[in-house]
């Protein structure tokens, strides 16, 4: 990387954006005045300021804000957003205001082959996707299996009734530690650009949903039996512990792509990319204990 090169990183008040940021600084060893973090948020950022971080506001809402923002970075990050109907609108701005501020290398945060995906929000992905192949700018694709950090959104329920209800039969999901995928991102960031590139960061196991809860259940001391059940089932659910259908329907898309296969793939280029090993799941089991089981 030319040591001049400023490094932006949106979204950096989010838990993966403050991770990449803390990667630049302590594991790629960028100074921080080369260190561009935004966000809606910029009090949130005090931290990296204190740390000699440039701060500064980017509203994927605002483009004037996010033209300000981008403007003397050459590489940045964009970190998908969680405004699920609105990401594409909202990533484009951000590509757009890239481009015109001189950006010259972009990585974007995207999800496994979001071409075939049954995911709900899967479509975003790869608008996102079709428009950074057709910029101008040098782009890496970062397509990131899902967070083993999820799991702690139905662990609490499964220990406390010792069910878990699945529509993802015996599909098997190859997800990774956040901390990883940040790691990840950090070091692409610092690589030397080649074009259009994809990676797809997985973890180094695959597995399924009575695997993963075995696995839990062993970590927190108690039983977890997997009651199967239909994607309209899910989405019933959802619906009845009072979220809104789409909320529904999305819970049931993951379960539908793991169960198709789709969330199944073990690549190495997580390896290539950073030179180690992911987190193994029962490792972070274990680490990740108190998150989940009290």
Sequence with gaps: MATSDKILVTGASGHLGRLVVQHLLDTEKVPAQQIIATSRKVEALADLKARGVDVRMADFAQPDSLVAAFTGAQRALLISTDEIGKRLESHKRAIDAAQAAGVAYMVYTSMPKP???????????????????????????????????????????????????????????????????????????????????????????????????????????????????????????????????????????????????????????????????????????VVNKAAFAG
């Design 115 to 285: 071409q075939d995906s049954l995911v709900s929000f899967a479509p975003e992905h790869l608008g996102t996707e079709q428009l950074l192949q057709t910029s101008p700018m040098q782009v890496t694709i970062l397509r990131n299996s899902w967070y083993f950090e999820n799991v702690l959104l139905s662990a609490g329920q499964w220990l406390a009734t010792g069910q878990a209800h699945s529509a993802a039969g015996d599909g098997k999901l190859s997800h990774i530690a956040r901390e990883d995928l940040a790691r990840a991102a950090a070091a692409a960031l610092v690589a030397e650009p080649a074009g259009k590139k994809i990676l797809t960061l997985t973890g180094s196991e695959a597995f399924t949903i009575a695997e993963i809860t075995n696995l839990v259940g062993a970590a927190a001391g108690k039983a977890i039996e997997v009651i199967p059940v239909s994607t309209a089932d899910v989405v019933a659910g959802v619906v009845q512990a009072g979220m809104p259908e789409p909320v529904g329907e999305m819970f049931a898309s993951f379960d539908a792509n793991i169960q198709a296969g789709l969330f199944a793939e073990i690549t190495d280029d997580f390896v290539e990319l950073t030179g180690r090993e992911p987190m193994r799941f029962a490792d972070w089991l």
